[in-house]
């Protein structure tokens, strides 16, 4: 890309290499987007649709895709999370990322079916190794099951106690069987704050079920609110950030220069 050909250069050896390579230093950044970004004549809002590229915002910003990286340097949560997904991306990390089998149950699961024990469905014959719990959500997760769980049977687990040889067998009532990226990560009120639920009564004031999938789809569409350098300024700013950047070759050279003699 030609933005890069325009950063420092730095010596860089890849992985096994034994030569080094002239790379661009693009950890190179200048504190005067901070400054730019701040000062809200410079810029103005855009919302990036479903499945734009960078390149393409620029095109229809700037008519040039060569400013992409603009969006970047004045939006810290681009930098920290990356460009927005496609709602068909979004569906697909939510299965990629939240992919265990989550049982729901309204009875107590402080003292039994804890991680690593086996459980099995009374009426489906379903067997499924628990590999993590949320007690405040009465939610067992199963990484692998055999069979399918059924909601409203009895499922046991066989509890073996420390120092004592009778085995114990532990039972729940399962309330609800779901993938994890449609099951509940947490309940909000009319305001949208979150709310705790007690899960042994459940959501009896009619709060919001926000699922997974659904939490995950309001981060992705909280990336698309963007701030962008004002059509007018653009090619000013850029030119300058370019400056700013290549202002610290200079000052590593003196600095190197200075610790060798």
Request: hydrophobic share 35%; charged share 25%; glycine share 6%.
């Amino acid at each position: 890309m030609n933005h890069f050909k325009k950063y420092p250069k730095t010596v860089y050896t890849f992985g096994d290499e034994v030569s080094s390579n002239l790379f661009s230093d693009i950890s190179v950044y200048s504190d005067m987007i901070d400054q730019v970004r701040n000062a809200v004549g410079t810029y103005q809002d855009y919302y990036i649709q479903s499945g734009e590229r960078p390149d393409q915002v620029s095109q229809k910003l700037y008519d040039t895709p060569e400013y992409h990286w603009t969006f970047m340097l004045m939006n810290p949560k681009l930098r920290e999370c990356g460009w927005p997904l496609s709602e068909r991306e979004v569906y697909k990390k939510a299965q990629r990322d939240y992919y265990h089998k989550v049982v729901t149950t309204k009875t107590s699961l402080q003292d039994k079916f804890k991680v690593g024990q086996t459980v099995t469905g009374l009426s489906s014959g379903a067997v499924g190794e628990i590999g993590y719990r949320i007690l405040d959500n009465g939610q067992i997760w199963f990484d692998n099951t055999i069979g399918n769980f059924i909601p409203g049977e009895t499922a046991t687990s066989i509890y073996r106690p420390d120092g004592n040889v009778a085995a114990i067998t532990q039972s729940i009532v399962i309330e609800s069987v779901e993938d994890q990226y449609n099951a509940l990560h947490h309940y909000e009120n009319s305001a949208g704050e979150w709310v705790d639920v007690d899960p042994a009564v459940g959501n009896t004031a009619n709060y919001t079920e926000i699922t997974y999938l659904e939490n995950l789809r309001r981060a992705n569409d909280d990336l698309k609110n963007i701030k962008v350098i004002r059509t007018g300024q653009i090619d000013v700013l850029a030119e300058s950030f370019y400056e700013a950047i290549n202002g610290w070759r200079k000052i590593l050279k003196n600095i190197i220069l200075n610790l060798l003699y």
